[in-house]
């Protein structure tokens, strides 16, 4: 049982140090956004998994001692069980109130936007169909192509339609088409409450801005598949400006980045696997 604990303590601490260090690092988001979203947020479950289970095998211990056998634990007297159950509930009542609080700002940060967006373009937006989608078209001299998640859906500025193609066009559309349908959103949030819960640490802020630009990166390549990687080249530049992350995710589509092999799409999907690890170890009947 004390193995159990400190295995899980150990896979979570390892999995909560090292993955955004060893996944930030080199051209994985470049080359492979999908694969390395995928690392990221199965190593966070994994992670969360273990840390679950362990406090729930040290609470479930003290349970145990203190109501049921007292002799049963064996390894631990009754008093440090206890002690031990207290803290791992602690550990939980924390974390919770973090994420809950973390999410409670990121909710009323997303509640302002969607004001700020109705009051900003009020009366100036028109529902038009264009290509496969229906947008919401407002009447603006910069150029903002956006998806929205409340009210759902993508809007296109008239500046921005001025300057595109019909082919950047639908490239573009693509590319928010993405953001939405991967629930895009929900990948920066699960980002910023892992920030949350372990705000020490510089690994999980910098994992956090990682993807928020690996969900650009992945909404490029599906719009590439879709429109040609030319297109998307093309309307970034036409509508980024000058930008430096603007350049470089150009400059990435025309070097053919997006064409990721399924070796690489089969990777991000077995990654999926790991938090099976935890699982195991808990169910592991020895020890
Ligand atoms: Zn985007």
């Not at 289970?53 to 001692?65: D, E, K, R, Y």
């Not at 693509?174 to 959103?185: G, I, K, Q, Y």
């Given at each position: 049982?004390?193995?159990?604990?400190?295995?899980?303590?150990?896979?979570?601490?390892?999995?909560?140090?090292?993955?955004?260090?060893?996944?930030?690092?080199?051209?994985?988001?470049?080359?492979?956004p999908?694969?390395?979203?995928?690392?990221?947020h199965?190593?966070?479950?994994?992670?969360?998994?273990?840390?679950?289970?362990?406090?729930?095998?040290?609470?479930?211990?003290?349970?145990?001692?203190?109501?049921d056998?007292?002799?049963?634990?064996?390894?631990?007297?009754?008093?440090?069980?206890?002690?031990?159950?207290?803290?791992?509930?602690?550990?939980?009542?924390?974390?919770?109130?973090?994420?809950?609080?973390?999410?409670?700002?990121?909710?009323k940060?997303?509640?302002?936007?969607?004001?700020?967006?109705?009051?900003?373009?009020?009366?100036?937006?028109?529902?038009m169909?264009?290509?496969?989608?229906?947008?919401?078209?407002?009447?603006?001299?910069?150029?903002?192509?956006?998806?929205?998640?409340?009210?759902?859906?993508i809007i296109?500025?008239?500046?921005?339609?001025?300057?595109?193609?019909?082919?950047?066009?639908?490239?573009?559309l693509?590319?928010?088409?993405?953001?939405?349908?991967?629930?895009?959103?929900a990948?920066?949030?699960?980002?910023?409450?892992?920030?949350?819960?372990?705000?020490?640490?510089?690994?999980?802020?910098?994992?956090?801005?990682?993807?928020?630009?690996?969900?650009?990166?992945?909404?490029?390549?599906?719009?590439?598949?879709?429109?040609?990687?030319?297109?998307?080249?093309?309307?970034?530049?036409?509508?980024?400006?000058?930008?430096?992350?603007?350049?470089?995710?150009?400059?990435?589509?025309?070097?053919?980045?997006?064409?990721?092999?399924?070796?690489?799409?089969?990777?991000?999907?077995?990654?999926?696997?790991?938090?099976?690890?935890?699982?195991?170890?808990?169910?592991?009947?020895?020890g």
């Open positions: 049982m004390a193995l159990k604990i400190m295995l899980l303590m150990e896979l979570s601490i390892m999995l909560t140090l090292l993955a955004p260090i060893v996944l930030v690092r080199g051209k994985l988001a470049s080359k492979h999908m694969l390395l979203l995928s690392a990221w199965s190593s966070l479950l994994t992670a969360a998994l273990a840390l679950l289970l362990a406090l729930g095998i040290l609470i479930a211990n003290g349970v145990l001692a203190q109501v056998h007292p002799g049963a634990i064996g390894w631990l007297d009754p008093l440090a069980a206890a002690i031990l159950a207290w803290g791992a509930l602690a550990i939980l009542g924390v974390i919770g109130v973090r994420i809950w609080w973390q999410a409670d700002a990121l909710a940060e997303a509640r302002e936007a969607a004001d700020r967006f109705s009051v900003f373009f009020g009366r100036s937006v028109r529902h169909a264009m290509g496969r989608w229906y947008v919401r078209l407002v009447e603006f001299p910069v150029p903002i192509v956006a998806a929205l998640q409340s009210p759902r859906g296109v500025s008239t500046e921005a339609r001025d300057r595109l193609s019909e082919r950047e066009l639908r490239a573009v693509w590319h928010e088409d993405t953001h939405l349908a991967h629930r895009h959103s990948a920066v949030t699960i980002g910023r409450l892992a920030q949350s819960c372990v705000p020490m640490l510089p690994a999980a802020e910098r994992m956090a801005q990682a993807t928020s630009l690996v969900v650009e990166l992945i909404a490029d390549d599906r719009a590439a598949a879709h429109s040609g990687a030319g297109n998307v080249a093309s309307a970034l530049v036409k509508l980024g400006g000058d930008s430096e992350t603007t350049a470089l995710r150009a400059a990435r589509l025309r070097a053919g980045a997006s064409r990721a092999g399924n070796g690489w799409k089969l990777a991000a999907t077995g990654i999926w696997a790991a938090p099976l690890i935890p699982l195991a170890i808990a169910l592991w009947p020895v």
